[in-house]
């Protein structure tokens, strides 16, 4: 084993000489460095070619089916989400509906109005506690600086004091935000 050790690393030392020294391969040499692909004709490596051009092209036309069957399937679940996507905001509503479905013919009959003002209230605070489940909040306005992202400016107000000058006074219709997302602006008075 000793002997067999030292004859390659002559071989492997006689090999780097060549190099180094810059001498050219003789032809025994270079049929040590052809590879049995070499050996092939050009007939059989055609063949090999194609057959491996066949095998990219069904994985080509895999892939690509498999992204239409994702394109496809991906549409589909958009449109659902648009068709059914206020499923749950209809839902949270329906009790809301029926407490007024129940009101109406109370209040038609009703002689107390107090208590007729107090159902009402009950079914306003339900309705405000659903759209909070939803994600929907009152954007805040009283005594406020105006932020022109979440409020609109429909009237000025002359001759307030400092302090409340570039602040809303009035509130005219309330915005809403949904998810911290503003889906309608606040319509305001601001005192300059």
């Known amino acids: 084993m000793a002997e067999e050790l030292k004859d390659k690393e002559e071989i492997l030392e006689n090999e780097e000489v060549k190099d180094n ?3 050219a391969s ?3 040499d270079a049929k040590a460095a052809e590879t049995p692909e070499a050996e092939k004709t050009p007939e059989e ?3 090999i070619a194609q057959a491996e051009i066949e095998e990219l092209k069904t994985q080509a036309l ?3 089916a498999e992204f239409e069957n994702y394109r496809k399937r991906t549409i589909k679940e958009k449109a659902d989400l648009i068709l059914n996507g206020s499923k749950t905001a209809v ?3 329906l009790p809301i509906v029926d407490d007024l479905e129940r009101a109406l013919p109370s209040m038609k009959n009703a002689e107390d109005v107090a208590a ?3 159902g009402v209230e009950l079914i306003y605070q339900k309705f405000l506690k659903a759209l909070a489940g939803l994600g929907v909040k009152q954007i805040e ?3 406020k600086d105006f932020d022109v992202d979440q409020h609109e400016a429909i009237a ?3 001759g307030v004091p400092d302090e409340q000058k570039g602040r809303v006074i009035d509130c005219v219709e309330k915005g809403y935000t949904l998810n911290d997302q503003v889906i309608r602006h606040a319509k305001v008075a601001v005192g300059m």
């Open 141 to 143: 306005t009283e005594g």
């Open 116 to 118: 007729v003002a107090e």
């Open 26 to 28: 003789g032809p025994g």
């Open 21 to 23: 020294a810059g001498e």
């Open 91 to 93: 839902t949270a509503l």
């Open 62 to 64: 895999y892939k690509q």
């Open 156 to 158: 000025q107000v002359p």
């Open 45 to 47: 490596l055609l063949a």
